[in-house]
């Protein structure tokens, strides 16, 4: 039996990058529907009583949708904090974020640019391999990067139900603003603790 996660902050607190409005329905509607789906299905399935990250790797079909919106949403709702001013990650990540793609900027943009991209539904990506090194990728539906055998570490959703009621059509926008309530004490947490 899978439950609906709580939110760690309050729902007022990611506006106006994100809406009370916005967050009750898709954390209070969106994603409780994926939970509510997945506890139905379970029952008399081969994947009853597994942990969701083994449901996503193995199910498909209607289990694999709504065990993998699950896995996603809880890794995007508890990625974020209110806003701040020149947010930007610290430590191993940001060194390793230099590395690879020379600046900070140059990551925002690629994230940003295949997030805009991506057609129709689907999330972009920061996730790491076990020996560290980042990359950054686009996943249709309800696909997830720990199908791949990655850690996944940030993730913008582009469903339209993430962004529509506060920007309608103006997906590169959003994208942008995200980058405002990221908590990358939280994303560093994940990368060091990968594996
Ligand atoms: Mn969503």
């Known amino acids: ?3 609906l996660i709580n939110l760690p902050y309050a729902p007022d607190a990611l506006a106006p990058v994100i809406s009370a409005q916005t967050l009750s329905f898709h954390h209070g509607k969106h994603l409780q529907g994926y939970v509510n789906n997945l506890n139905n299905l379970l029952p008399g399935s081969p994947f009853e009583g597994m942990e969701l990250e083994v449901i996503v790797r ?7 949708n709504n065990a993998g919106q699950i896995l996603n949403h809880n890794l ?3 990625q974020f904090q209110a806003p701040k ?3 930007a990650p610290a430590g191993n990540l940001a060194a390793q974020i230099e590395k690879q793609w020379g600046s900070f900027e140059a990551f925002q943009k ?10 129709g539904s689907g999330w972009v990506w920061l996730s790491a391999s076990p020996d560290g090194m980042l990359q950054i990728s686009q996943e249709a539906g309800a696909h997830n990067p ?7 570490l940030l993730t913008f959703d582009v469903w339209e139900h993430a962004y529509y009621l506060d920007y309608q059509n103006r997906r590169p926008d959003h994208l942008k603003a995200l980058w405002n309530i990221v908590n990358w004490d939280e994303v560093e947490r994940r990368y060091t603790t990968r594996g």
């Open 1 to 3: 039996m899978f439950t």
């Open 76 to 78: 995007y709702f508890t």
């Open 110 to 119: 690629e994230f940003e640019a295949k997030g805009a991209g991506l057609f």
């Open 58 to 64: 193995k199910a498909d079909g209607a289990l694999f």
């Open 85 to 87: 001013a020149d947010n």
């Open 146 to 152: 720990v199908e791949k055998g990655l850690v996944p």
